[in-house]
């Protein structure tokens, strides 16, 4: 089983950056797809990125493309969250999740039930 801490967030201004990050422990990190998703008081949790195991095939969400990057660190068993241009409507608690195998398809990626471990959450505000 991963197990999944994020880190990273906080308080930032509008047009402001931070970089999440989200540590892993447990089995093999390498096996599992990465992803990212947010969810703001009273709305549904949203797909923002997913990262493939090997780093080389990533996907995001047409509100966040070109603002944001994901990335990994196999080494370090670590994958990232690079978030600039933050809106204030991107104010949310940032999860990352974890997802067995291969995610070929923006659809599998951005399907919360491809992933079976979640993390426990990092807030990030956005001031306007």
């Known amino acids: 089983q991963v197990q999944l801490v994020e880190s990273g967030g906080g308080l930032v201004q509008a047009g402001g950056s931070l970089r999440l990050s989200c540590a892993t422990s447990?089995?093999?990190?390498?096996?599992?797809?990465t992803g990212w998703f947010r969810q703001a008081p009273g709305k549904e949790r949203e797909f923002v990125a997913h990262?493939?195991?090997?780093?080389?095939?990533?996907f995001y969400a047409d509100s966040v493309k070109g603002r944001f990057a994901i990335s990994r660190n196999n080494a370090k068993n670590t994958v990232y969250l690079q978030m600039n241009s933050l809106k204030p409507e991107e104010t949310a608690v940032y999860y990352c999740?974890?997802?067995?195998?291969?995610?070929?398809?923006?659809?599998?990626?951005?399907?919360?039930?491809?992933?079976?471990?979640w993390g426990q959450g990092t807030q990030v505000t956005v001031s306007p």
């Open positions: 999740a974890a997802s067995p195998g291969y995610t070929g398809s923006y659809y599998a990626a951005a399907d919360r039930g491809t992933y079976n471990t």
């Open positions: 447990g089995r093999t990190f390498s096996n599992y797809g």
């Open positions: 990262i493939s195991w090997g780093g080389g095939s990533t």
